[in-house]
């Protein structure tokens, strides 16, 4: 299998799609061709580690890694991944829940498989690779809980001082260590770019040897296949019906994965795309023309994304606005909608929600009444409702329990640096901290 720059520049192996995060053109990495499969080739899966095992081997052909994958697998998907019914009065809705593991959302799933993919490349090199990780919330604390205490490997946090939740903040600043956690004056975009420009020095980058790990790498992508693979087979074994999934979708990462499910065969039928104010998806779902923009702040932090970076993978791989229309819907949910369904989804539902999740539960209680009894519905949850507790408790009018895994983390103390959005001080506050030499630390933990 063979990883092709989205614009044209150039083919290389899993390997160094990974290592290298974005490529030299710019691109991001698209597999190239994308396997097809069909119902059969899934019989005898059906662990989530088998189904990994067989959706993610024609993905690993020629790659150093290939050895591994079930190891691979097996740290990744370490931590339960439910699908739950919901009782609700009209239709069958079920709940896939991807926020189980370290940090209680979503993005622990392509980071550990991330981390786990990396730290085997890694192995043989005597310079660190400093992964850089702009983050509008949850990214951030993911990536810093899978790689810390990784030999070999440094992180680099940025996020939009500020921005995030008291809790995101606490767990994108407590990991010390090999982990750098910068809190950025600006946003999520202002994050972004840095980490683009950065990447691009050839200087600092020799000095640092960087990769990414944002939802731009190929190694995140993957694994989040592998939770749609299996929900759709499971409810399609069950019911005899395609499921229908709505995303909750700001960088465009995890609603990416599920259409490059649809497209390889699985039994997956409408992909629907909610986001919060940021709608520059659905706008151009329906002008035809893609207009990037700032991003805005709203409830739902984590989506805030006004230039979504896997839209360069998904023109790629499904062509033009027109083409999309027949394989997506993209649904815009204001702030009060937000909170009207985090008050009434704890009420129907008998537990809370997250202001992410509300957003795909917001969509799926806007459907015709036909549309939900006639199709079966899955809704994602990206992240655990204790992460957004000033958001959440005051609605629903309940304290939330915390799951241990963030209990265990909020109890850590917490450090980190203010910089401008400004490569300069992106500089100055790296080699602070790891020093001008990479070579002369490259024993760190
Ligand atoms: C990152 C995130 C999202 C958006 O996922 P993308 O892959 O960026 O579209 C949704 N919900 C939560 C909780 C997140 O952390």
Same mark, same amino acid.
Request: glycine fraction near 8%.
């Given at each position: ?12 192996? +899993? ?71 919901? /009782? ?74 500020? =921005? ?10 407590? @990991?010390?260590?090999?982990? $750098? ?22 200087? +600092?980058?020799?000095?640092? =040897?960087?990769?990414?790990?944002? /939802? ?18 499971? =409810? ?140 079966? @519905? ?21 304290? $939330? ?45």
């Amino acid at each position: 299998m063979k990883y092709v720059s989205t614009r044209g520049g150039e083919a290389v192996s +899993l390997d160094q799609a990974i290592a290298a995060g974005i490529a030299k053109d710019g691109g991001l990495f698209v597999p190239d061709p994308v396997p097809a499969f069909a119902l059969k080739d899934f019989e005898d899966a059906t662990t989530i580690h088998e189904v990994a095992q067989v959706l993610l081997g024609p993905f690993f052909e020629g790659s150093a890694l290939a050895p591994h994958l079930g190891a691979i697998i097996g740290e990744t998907f370490s931590f339960p991944i439910p699908l739950t019914k919901l /009782s609700v009065a009209t239709g069958d809705l079920h709940m896939l829940e991807l926020f189980h593991g370290p940090t209680a959302a979503f993005k622990d799933i392509g980071a550990g498989f991330l981390a786990a993919c990396l730290s085997r490349l890694q192995r043989d090199q005597s310079v660190p690779l400093t992964i850089l990780v702009a983050t509008s919330g949850d990214t951030g604390g993911a990536v810093a809980a899978a790689f810390n205490e990784r030999p070999g490997m440094r992180v680099v946090v940025l996020f939009p001082e500020g =921005r995030v939740s008291q809790r995101q903040a606490r767990q994108l600043t407590c @990991w010390g260590d090999n982990v $750098l956690s910068l809190a950025v004056h600006g946003s999520f975009d202002d994050c972004q770019a840095l980490v683009k420009e950065a990447m691009a020095n050839a200087d +600092l980058n020799a000095r640092h =040897r960087f990769s990414s790990a944002n /939802s731009i790498n190929i190694g995140r992508l993957l694994p989040q296949c592998t939770y749609y693979a299996h929900a759709s087979l499971a =409810r399609y074994r069950e019911s005899g019906q395609k499921p229908s999934f709505i995303v909750p979708t700001g960088n465009l990462g995890n609603g990416l994965a599920l259409m490059l499910c649809k497209q390889m065969g699985l039994p997956v039928a409408d992909v629907i795309l909610a986001t919060n104010e940021n709608r520059v998806i659905g706008d151009y779902l329906e002008e035809g023309e893609w207009l990037p923009t700032e991003s805005k702040p709203t409830l739902a932090s984590a989506m805030d994304v006004g230039n979504p970076s896997n839209m360069e993978r998904v023109l790629a791989l499904f062509g033009d606005a027109a083409s999309l229309h027949r394989l997506i819907r993209a649904v815009s949910v204001s702030d009060q909608h937000i909170e009207e369904e985090i008050r009434e989804g704890n009420t129907d539902f008998g537990f809370a929600i997250c202001p992410h999740t509300a957003t795909a539960c917001h969509v799926y209680r806007h459907l015709s009444d036909e549309e939900r009894r006639m199709k079966n @519905w899955i809704v994602v949850a990206t992240a655990h409702p204790a992460k957004f507790e000033q958001i959440v408790e005051p609605l629903t009018g309940h304290l $939330l329990d915390l799951p241990d895994s963030l209990r265990a983390i909020l109890d850590r103390p917490v450090h980190s640096v203010s910089i401008g959005p400004d490569l300069a001080s992106f500089e100055m506050a790296l080699e602070d901290r790891f020093g001008l030499d990479a070579r002369s630390s490259a024993g760190d933990k």
